[in-house]
């Protein structure tokens, strides 16, 4: 265990200050050697050869937002521009060889401004597959919080892409209680849900010549919602494009009223059904 931190001249993590020693903490009962490397260009090397090695940062400041830091520096001199690497944390393993297994990066997102209030920034995990040894990205988060997850460019806040597979999207419950199971919750919390508020929506996207939006699930207020929260009418309309256009229809309706409408978008019984068209 190799515990840092600034009782060896103040000089701890610090390769700024310019000169090497092993600092033995075994005193403090951590018993491992550190390595202090004196110039920017070297690396700090922390080795334990008797059992797992870690490394502890550790202030013993009591302000609350003074925690330990660690941080990665790319100077380079220039400005920084969007894609240039700012730090990465690798984990590497051994088989016949010392192997990189996988990272964290950090990736401007964006050219940085000169003000210093303005430095976007995106977040790469990268991993080996299996029978692999070459790092794919797996996940980012990119500066203006979407995520992707098998997406490296994600447009939504979650980005979900399988490029070789059925992308599937698990909620998973291991609740014991009964009632507990998976949930999938639509919210739009917008402080006063009035009537023909849109509460949610499933949309259906597929491609052709472009992303095309085909079929929606929508969840619509049916009358002003009540303050008490024990008065919330929805209703429930689905809408598909028909053969030769992609202008979505609504072919299906459930009120609150339970009434259902086939090709009627104001139901008057329990089950109303309409063809404007035909007999």
């Known amino acids: 265990h190799t515990h840092l931190n600034d009782e060896f001249n103040n000089t701890a993590l610090n390769p700024i200050n310019n000169h090497n020693h092993d600092q033995d903490d075994s005193t403090n ?85 000169n003000s210093s209030t303005d430095a976007p920034t995106d977040i790469v995990f990268n991993l080996a597959p299996n029978a692999s040894e070459t790092l794919a990205e797996v996940m980012r988060i990119e500066s203006t919080a979407d995520v992707g997850i098998g997406e490296t460019d994600p447009e939504e806040l979650l980005h979900i892409t399988d490029g070789t597979a059925l992308t599937t999207l698990l909620i998973e419950s291991e609740s014991t209680t009964a009632a507990s199971g998976a949930r999938l919750q639509l919210r739009h919390d917008e402080g006063d849900t009035d009537s023909g508020d849109v509460v949610g929506i499933i949309s259906a996207v597929g491609f052709d010549t472009a992303l095309t939006e085909g079929a929606t699930i929508t969840f619509v207020a049916d009358a002003e919602w009540g303050n008490s929260g024990t008065d919330a009418p929805t209703n429930i309309v689905f809408k598909v494009a028909p053969d030769g256009s992609q202008t979505l229809a609504e072919v299906m309706r459930i009120e609150s009223t339970a009434d259902v409408g086939i090709g009627e978008t104001d139901p008057e019984e329990l089950l109303h059904v309409t063809d404007g068209t035909a007999q």
């Open 29 to 113: 009962g951590y018993g491992a050697a550190i390595t202090y490397l004196g110039t920017i260009s070297q690396n700090v090397i922390i080795d334990d050869g008797t059992g797992q090695t870690t490394l502890t940062l550790d202030t013993g400041n009591t302000t609350a937002a003074n925690g330990p830091l660690f941080i990665l520096i790319h100077n380079e001199g220039a400005a920084t521009v969007s894609g240039d690497s700012l730090g990465v944390i690798q984990a590497k393993g051994y088989d016949t060889a010392v192997q990189l297994g996988g990272e964290i990066e950090f990736l401007a997102g964006d050219t940085w401004g």
